[in-house]
């Protein structure tokens, strides 16, 4: 009996310390779940294989019902969201409850349940920047149709000065204020060019038009 005994006391006290051992090499997390229970904290192979539940995502007038994993955190729920909507991660905030949630948080700790509802916001200093960048791209577009409307004027103008020298070539007589008026044509469009407010691609192209119109053999040649 008393063998017995003895041989209990050292099972526990092996099976003791293999747990102390598991908690200094950090084998064993831990984690609080609703209602002040202490858990052993589930690995991240275990969100993927565990039941999985539908979250219906609120998105301004749009509505999305999400399936992921019941473990998962509001990060995993971001990265499902990334390809359903577009957003990146970063310009996501995700409120439940009327409550933002970080990242690293277990939907299942936050009470995020089957047909639980999140609302989606796009973060203020993303949609701030995309209206920027709309506004730029909008007055590049502006500026490169109203330079290609100058080059086509220059175009036009230049068949003119065209004809004028063939007919000069051909002998005939061109009186000088037909070569005068091309000319302050011309420099209007030249002027047209320059108060177009240019910018990134667009100013490029200004350049470039300005360039072809001075080293244009026809207006410097002919006039």
């Known amino acids: 009996m008393v063998?017995?005994?003895?041989?209990?006391?050292?099972?526990?006290?092996?099976?003791?310390?293999?747990?102390?051992?598991?908690?200094?090499?950090?084998?064993i997390e831990?984690?609080?779940?609703?209602?002040?229970?202490?858990?052993?904290?589930?690995?991240?192979?275990?969100?993927?294989?565990?039941?999985?539940?539908?979250?219906?995502?609120?998105?301004?007038?749009?509505?999305?019902?999400?399936a992921v994993p019941a473990q998962s955190t509001f990060g995993d729920l971001k990265r499902v969201l990334a390809q359903e909507t577009g957003l990146e991660t970063k310009e996501q905030r995700l409120l439940f409850q009327g409550k933002e949630k970080?990242?690293?948080?277990?939907?299942?700790?936050?009470?995020?349940?089957?047909?639980?509802?999140?609302?989606?916001?796009?973060?203020?200093?993303?949609?701030?920047?995309?209206?920027?960048?709309?506004?730029?791209?909008?007055?590049?577009?502006?500026?490169?149709?109203?330079?290609?409307?100058?080059?086509?004027?220059?175009?036009?103008?230049?068949e003119k000065v065209v004809?004028?020298?063939?007919?000069v070539r051909g002998g005939a007589r061109v009186e000088d204020k037909e070569f005068l008026v091309l000319t302050e044509l011309l420099m209007v469009q030249l002027l047209q060019l320059d108060t177009i407010k240019a910018d990134g691609e667009a100013k490029v192209q200004r350049r470039v038009e300005v360039s072809v119109f001075f080293s244009d053999s026809i207006f410097t040649d002919g006039l």
């Open 30 to 66: 831990w984690e609080l779940r609703p209602g002040g229970m202490l858990v052993q904290k589930r690995n991240v192979g275990d969100a993927s294989s565990g039941p999985m539940i539908k979250i219906k995502v609120s998105h301004g007038s749009y509505h999305h019902d999400i």
């Open 163 to 167: 004809a004028l020298e063939a007919i």
């Open 102 to 158: 970080d990242d690293e948080e277990c939907l299942h700790i936050a009470g995020v349940k089957d047909m639980s509802k999140v609302v989606l916001l796009e973060d203020p200093a993303s949609k701030e920047r995309k209206l920027e960048e709309m506004k730029r791209n909008q007055g590049v577009l502006k500026a490169c149709e109203e330079i290609a409307k100058v080059r086509s004027e220059i175009d036009k103008l230049s």
């Open 3 to 27: 063998m017995r005994i003895h041989f209990l006391t050292m099972k526990r006290l092996s099976s003791s310390k293999r747990v102390a051992n598991n908690v200094v090499k950090g084998e």
